[in-house]
């Protein structure tokens, strides 16, 4: 079973800045690999797909970058409506089974 | 645009079958490529995912829940269906349907909360 760490667990920013979230598998995915957003009470919407194509709708201060076991979501200027918790998530094969990271907590400083 | 709803009792006692179902509007969820699959999220906790169907009836599971677990489809009425044997307090979560295409989670329902207490 592939396993997705991510860091930090917590991001403390203000709105303007810039934000840098790492998801690190322990085996290669290859670029099989999506990000999520999730607020308080919501369902996760996602983001990012194959590690850096944004989804429908999603704005361009989202992106996606890496591959094979080393990737990274970047917000390049937060906005109020940004502060959320952030999942990676990948499928393996053998055996079938999607994987979620455990999170980021992206937080108003 | 697709939208997924998830129904059924919010309250399940211990040892007994959560069943839960998702309702699929704006499409059919027998057309193109997309899976169904169920997902889970303990309160302040992360996603785990549960498992799948395709409409032919093809179904892939968790390992760590595949001795419990029973997802079905019923595509006359654009429904696919959630049953988890056995539960106990570890199983009380907000359970998501969603679709899936690919290695990715494109429409989530709104999520159904499902306590298990006596």
């Known amino acids: 079973e592939i396993v997705l760490t991510q860091s930090p667990a917590t991001l403390s920013l203000s709105p303007g800045e810039r934000a840098t979230l790492s998801c690190r598998a322990s085996q290669s995915v290859s670029s099989y690999l999506a990000w999520y957003q999730q607020k308080p009470g919501q369902a996760p919407r996602l983001l990012i797909y194959d590690a850096s194509n944004r989804a429908t709708g999603i704005p361009a201060r989202f992106s996606g970058s890496g591959s094979g076991t080393d990737f990274t979501l970047t917000i390049s200027s937060l906005e109020p409506e940004d502060f959320a918790v952030y999942y990676c998530?990948?499928?393996?094969?053998?055996?079938?089974?999607?994987?979620f990271g455990q999170g980021t907590k992206l937080e108003i400083k | 645009q697709v939208q997924l709803q998830e129904s059924g009792p919010g309250l399940v006692k211990p040892s007994q079958t959560l069943s839960l179902t998702c309702t699929v509007s704006g499409g059919s969820i027998s057309s193109g490529s997309y899976y169904w699959s169920w997902i889970r999220q303990p309160a302040g906790k992360g996603l785990e995912w549960i498992g799948r169907i395709y409409t032919s009836g093809s179904t892939n599971y968790n390992p760590s829940l595949k001795s419990r677990v029973t997802i079905s489809v019923d595509t006359s009425k654009n429904q696919f269906s959630l049953k988890l044997s056995s539960v106990t307090a570890a199983d009380t979560a907000v359970y998501y349907c969603a679709s899936s295409y690919g290695e990715l989670f494109g429409y989530w329902g709104q999520g159904t909360l499902v306590t298990v207490s006596s």
């Open positions: 998530q990948q499928r393996s094969n053998w055996p079938l089974m999607y994987t």
